[in-house]
């Protein structure tokens, strides 16, 4: 007898077991023993839910970099999470990958056009808000439009 009463390797002391220490979450039969597949499984439903976040990331590439920091930062630790989860099973991760390089902004299609990256952006808006010039051309550009504002300061 094992704990509970129940027969050691019984379905009831499997369940049991699982249900104790949370594993029952993940399984469909609480009996169930083959761990490999069950962690198979739990790779394959992170796989999925990664191929998922990348679709929505795809789907909104180009405004990626303006969303907060620390929301790109946390999604990406998520992705580094369910890569590690797909490791274990010896799974290759899907989309995690992806995932990460378009929230670390280190994908292709998540740069600026210039190239510029953040730092150099900030540095020419402030140096822009610096000078009078600067300053006058946002004026112009608010009254008479990108185009007439460039030609006329």
């Known amino acids: ?33 083959d761990y490999r597949k069950m962690l198979r499984g739990l790779a394959e439903r992170a796989r999925r839910a990664a191929d998922e976040i990348y679709e929505d990331l795809r789907e909104h590439i180009r405004t990626v970099r303006y969303f907060p920091r620390e929301r790109r930062e946390k999604l990406a630790e998520v992705m580094r999470g369910l890569r590690g989860l797909c490791a274990l099973a010896s799974d290759g991760g899907g989309r995690c990958g992806d995932c990460e390089a378009i929230l670390t902004l280190s994908d292709y299609d998540t740069r600026t056009s210039s190239g510029a990256d953040d730092r150099e952006i900030e540095a020419a808006a402030k140096l822009a808000g610096e000078r009078t010039y600067g300053v006058e051309l946002v004026r112009k550009a608010g009254e008479y439009g990108t185009g007439g504002a460039a030609g006329s300061a």
């Open 1 to 33: 007898m094992g704990a509970d009463g129940y027969a050691v390797g019984s379905d009831a002391y499997f369940r049991r077991l699982h249900e104790r220490n949370g594993v029952s979450e993940w399984i469909a039969d609480g009996a169930e023993t």
